[in-house]
Nanobody, 129 residues
Framework: QLQLVESGGGLVQPGGSLRLSCAAS????????IAWFRQAPGKEREGVTS????????YYAGSVKGRFTVPRDNAKNTVFLQMNSLIPEDTADYYC??????????????????????WGQGTQVSVSS
């Protein structure tokens, strides 16, 4: 059973950077696409980015395009969310989620929560001066 654990959240000033990690255990990530979702207080969960199992196909929401990247290191069974030029609107709980590659939708479509079978517990990101 695949298990995911996020880490790396915290408080950062506007314009700063954070790198979130999503570490997997119980199975190898080689066959899983990964998505990052976020949920701000009082708002619905939003699919921020996704990456295919081989790392060659990615989706980015318009709100983060050009600022966030999603590198993955399958050898370390870890996927990252590199967040640069952070703004207060990025404040949210961030979750990584996994789905088997065969069930991964084309990367030009935003990830939907119902598609993903495995979830981490979340990590909080606060952007404030």
């Amino acid at each position: 059973q695949l298990q995911l654990v996020e880490s790396g959240g915290g408080l950062v000033q506007p314009g700063g950077s954070l790198r979130l990690s999503c570490a997997a255990s119980g199975d190898t990530l080689d066959d899983y696409a990964i998505a990052w979702f976020r949920q701000a207080p009082g708002k619905e969960r939003e699919g921020v980015t996704s990456v295919s199992a081989d790392g060659n196909s990615m989706y980015y929401a318009g709100s983060v395009k050009g600022r966030f990247t999603v590198p993955r290191d399958n050898a370390k069974n870890t996927v990252f969310l590199q967040m640069n030029s952070l703004i207060p609107e990025d404040t949210a709980d961030y979750y990584c989620a996994a789905v088997q590659q065969r069930d991964y939708r084309p990367s030009f479509l935003p990830p939907e929560s119902y598609e993903y079978s495995y979830w981490g517990q979340g990590t909080q990101v606060s952007v404030s001066s």
